[in-house]
Every structure is written in C-alpha cells, then in structure tokens.
C-alpha cells in the first residue's frame, strides 16, 4: 500500500532497493521509483503491482515469469529468461526494466517478504501488511478514482 | 519418489519429469552443457553433458548417455566425470574447438579438461556450434524467422533463403541465448542491426530514449491486441505517466 501525501521524494527507498538487489546505491537499478514534482512539493513511489493478470506474464513465451497462487508474487526465473525483453515494453506502468550491463530484467520481488523500500521509508509512505477490510476499502476507493482519471488523460 | 545414485552419492528426486542434467546441476555438481537452456526445450545437440549410466541389473554393462535428455530411472547409478565420460567430452571439445578456435567459452573448456587441438584442421572464421539454441528460441517465441539449413559439413543457421527474414521482430533473444556469443547485433542510431535485417528502434514519444524495435511493439500489437499508442513510451516514462494519474487522483 503507498501512501503519496505522506511521501517527501527523499531516495531512501530507491537506494535501499537497488542496495539490496545489486549492493550497489543506484536508484536507476531501483525495482522502485519515486516521482517527483518538486516546484510542488509532490512525490509518488511506484513499483510492481504484482498484477492479477500480468501483461509481463502473458507475452514471455518460455514461462520465465510466473504468479505465485499463494503469495500472488510475480517473480521472474532469470535462468529461464531468453532475453527477448517484450515484458518491459509490455508492461503499461513501466515496472520491469532491463539491465544492459547485466543483460537481466528485473522487477520488483517483494524482498523475499521483506521489502527494504518498506524497511527503509522514514515517513511510512510505503506499507507492506495483510490486507484488512480498511485498507481494501480505500485501494477500491483509489482505484476508481485512478480509473476515471486515466481514461480523462488517454 | 524416484532413488538415483551420482557419483555414488544417493539423491532422491520427487519431480519425474526431471532430466538427469537437472538433477545434477541441481545438486552442485558442474559439467558443460553448451546447447542446454533452463528455458528451452532440451535438443541434446552439443553432446557435452555426456555421462555414464548402469544399473546393478545390467550386469556391469553401462552406457553413454547425454544428460540433457535422459530421465531420471529408478534406479540409476550416474557417473558425470568417469575416465570414459572424460575421454569423450575431451573429443567433443577438441572437435568443438577444431571448428571455432577463437571460441573463448570453448579455449576455457579444453583448458579445464586439458584438450589439445592438434588432431584436427581447425576452420576459418566459424563461430557458430551448431547447438541450435538460437532456432529453439525463436520457435518458442512463435516467430520461427531462423532454422538450421543444408546438412553435414554445410549446416549452419540461417534465415530462408538466406535473406533478411520477414518475420523477424528483432527481439535479439537469439543472440541472448548463444552460448558462444556468434550472433551479431549492432545499435547504431535508433537502427538494430541483425541476421542482415535493418530494424528501426521505437523512440519513446516523451523522452526521446529508444527502447525496443518497432516491430516487437507491431508484434504485440498483433498477437495480444495492446494498442500501439500504449506502447510508445518507454518503461521509466510510462511508470512517470502511472505517477501522474495517481498524482492527480491524490493531490487535485
């Protein structure tokens, strides 16, 4: 769950991310990213939404990406993955990327249950917890609105 | 549940449509494997994995069997470095090498089981090991713009007929999978270059970044009915397009 009002765009969940997954600070290896809007004092973290049905899912042909039933975690298997990158042009909110010193893609996998971007958030913008009646009410409540305004835009 | 012995140290495998290569990978155990992908269908092409195999049943008679293809028997005793195993793999790569000298991947093979060239005419310019892991990767990914052609000492990859193929969408996962690094992609300004084929790299419409070629967003188009106006923008500027909605939805 991300809370937007309550993010100040400082970083620490991007460095903490790309820490964990590279051990290196470099938010452009990030699995998370905030955007920002700083004349007005406006950020937003956006990651993986580990989709229901993922659009990175339905076009990787050799079954490298798949959704956990249980956990609803969509993981990529590196050792399967052909390289054909359709994912990252795919996906529609840009979550999985490519890595060309590497020659991996990558996403967001949820730290293995523990988010570091979660860990690492000084103003509890981002929030990783089983989801109450509370918590699915407002993602409803969001999520229509972001439904309306995305279809204003397009 | 079925037993197994490699080396002689007893493994037990719960999942029956495993290949011996995968149990032996799986437990720690390296052996080359140059046409094998985890996320392709095995072809057994290379012969590098060969191991030998017996059970007590057969009377002390054992076989040469390449691992990537073989299922795990009930049973089975494997030998992965086996004086026999080791003799044949030194020929595989000798041969392997007589073919494509310059083949770094393969030099560090023959080093690691101290195969020498000396017994074969070695040829010019060759890279390519005939694994066949480039074809497999475009069939899988339903496109089938390459194949082996011709046979014996004519074999190689190529498009039909030898000309820039149609069908292909430049998704480069040939070259991704070649284990010995023989297909060519170049990028040069906004133009992806391979099997002689010119592909014009999509611009994002935002940032100006050039991100996948025009015809992998065609193909997706296509096959799975994604407007191509959504496809235009590049990853980073699409999750920017995702953070302005949901800015809006927060903050206006």
Redesign the interface.
Known sequence: MIYPEKCIGCSSCELACSFQHTGEFRPTKSRISAIRWPKMGVSVPLTCLQCEDPSCMKVCMVGAITKDKETGLVSINQEKCIGCRLCTAACPFGNINYDPEEAIVFKCDLCDGEPQCVEFCPNNAIEYREATDALLQRKKKVSAKFAEILEEVR | MIKIRVNGKPVAIHDEDKTLLDVIKEIGINIPALCY????PARGSCRLCVVEITKPSWNGRSKIVTSCLYPCEDGLEVLTHSPKVIKLRKVIIKLLLARCSDSKELQELALQYNADVSRFGTKENEKCILCGLCTR?CE???IEAISMVNRGWKKEVAPPYYEPPENCIG???CA??CPVGAIELTETNGIRRIWNREFEIQKCVECGKY??TVA??E??HN??G?PLK??K???????????????????D
């Open positions: 992908h985890p996320g392709l990767a899988e990914m339903g998704c480069g996962a991704e999978v991100f996948a992998q967003l193909h997706l096959k799975y994604i959504d496809l923008t590049c990853p980073e500027c699409s999750k920017k397009r995702v953070g302005t909605v949901l800015k809006k939805t927060f903050f």
